[in-house]
């Protein structure tokens, strides 16, 4: 049976957070900076909305610039770890919608891979359903967009998923791959950088189409033998590579929001605990074990504050996770008298349950 492959990626995803946890940010445009050690007036865009966009705000631009292009646009600083928290929850979503625990491959913060070829059982349309259905508990439990692009291999599910953004759903069955990749310029082929793009230019060749019909052997005379015949597969919408967890989400975590802002120990407990449950079950599930333990407070004032315990040895019960859990949110509460929005808990440094060597280690 032919493969059926899911791509999702998360839309405008550092700001989109922002966006979710401070609702006065609705509408405005919102510019996400990671600020070099120069202060504010260094530092360069991670991402931004999309109203900020369509100033023209680009990731990787100076703030500065960034600043000038729109000058009402609301500017926030990184928060990294707060990012990869809401990251581990997504991918949790992700990978339970995969044929299987190891169909499942995350190959940045905000994106991944699933493999869905048995759950649909080869059929696009059942296909569809389960991205849009991924959409769904993206949406509900995250409160965030993503969008999604299936076909037949990795690189045709990713340059789907970024065909329509943000909150997009693109299905590209076999038979379309080609009318779907022809009229692309070069650059659009997912694994094409600038300096391919430029040498492909000099060649004549701007487009996919181009690309496709072009003698595989004066390609493999320019770029030699494997990527000369990596550009005719891809630009033919060819791709083998198997989805395989590589960059494996090296944590299991779960947040959830209060029912309202509070300080009040029952509720913010048993919500703890419910969510303790949940990262347990996944623990048990993936069949690993852990070596820490974060707890995360997202305060009535929007900031983010994390606490972790790491053990000499990996473990895998509930006790250790609740003893250690309790603990650092009982440190939350004594340090500060704000109120508390959402809480987190997390365990990391995940290693194979059943052996001695870690699960990551490559
Ligand atoms: N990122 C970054 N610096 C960059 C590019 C990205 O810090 N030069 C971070 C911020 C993004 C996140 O990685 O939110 C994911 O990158 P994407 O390329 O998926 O971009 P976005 O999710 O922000 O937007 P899009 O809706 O286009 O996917
Ligand atoms: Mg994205
Ligand atoms: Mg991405």
Same mark, same amino acid.
């Given at each position: ?134 959409? %769904?508990?993206?949406? *509900?439990?995250?409160?965030? =967009?993503?969008? +999604?692009?299936?076909?037949?291999? !990795?690189?045709?599910? #990713? ?125 048990? %599930?993936?069949?690993? *074990?852990?070596?820490?333990? =974060?707890?995360? +407070?997202?305060?009535?004032?929007? !900031?983010?504050?994390? #606490? ?55």
């Amino acid at each position: 049976m032919e493969r059926v492959i899911i791509h999702v990626d998360m839309d405008y995803f550092y700001a989109a957070i922002e966006e979710r946890e401070d609702p006065t940010l609705k509408g405005k445009a919102v510019v996400v900076c990671m600020y070099s050690n120069r202060g504010e007036s260094g530092g360069a865009v991670s991402t931004s909305n999309y109203i900020a966009r369509d100033a023209g705000i680009r990731s990787a631009m100076p703030c500065k610039l960034a600043k000038s292009k729109n000058p009402d646009a609301v500017f926030l600083p990184v928060r990294k770890a707060f990012y990869e928290d809401v990251s581990a929850n997504v991918m949790e979503i992700l990978r339970s919608n995969a044929d299987s625990e190891e169909a499942f491959e995350k190959i940045s913060i905000d994106e991944a891979f699933l493999e869905i070829t048995e759950s649909c059982n080869g059929d696009y349309d059942i296909a569809k359903e389960i991205g849009l259905r991924i959409k %769904k508990e993206v949406k *509900s439990q995250e409160r965030i =967009t993503c969008s +999604v692009g299936i076909g037949p291999n !990795k690189l045709i599910a #990713k340059m789907a998923s970024s065909f329509r953004k943000p909150d997009g759903i693109t299905i590209i069955k076999p038979e379309d791959t080609e009318d779907f990749l022809k009229p692309m310029p070069v650059k659009k082929l997912w694994g094409i950088g600038k300096v391919t793009e430029d040498k492909l230019s000099e060649m004549g060749i701007k487009t996919v189409e181009e690309l496709a019909v072009f003698d595989v052997m004066e390609l493999i005379s320019v770029f030699g033998k494997s990527k000369g015949m990596w550009l005719k597969n891809a630009a033919s919408g060819q791709d083998d590579s198997p989805v395989k967890e590589r960059t494996a989400s090296d944590q299991i975590g779960r947040m959830a929001s209060l029912k309202n802002d509070s300080r009040n120990e029952n509720m913010i407990f048993s919500l703890l605990d419910e969510l303790m449950d949940d990262v347990i079950g996944k623990v048990e %599930k993936r069949k690993v *074990s852990f070596r820490s333990v =974060t707890v995360t +407070v997202i305060f009535s004032n929007f !900031k983010t504050s994390t #606490k972790s315990k790491t053990f000499n040895h990996a473990v895998n019960d509930r006790e250790i996770l609740a003893e250690n859990a309790v603990e650092l949110m009982k440190q939350f509460l004594e340090e500060s008298n704000i109120n508390f929005r959402r809480i987190g808990v997390r365990v990391g440094n995940l290693q194979e349950s059943t052996g001695q060597k870690s699960l990551f280690d490559f």
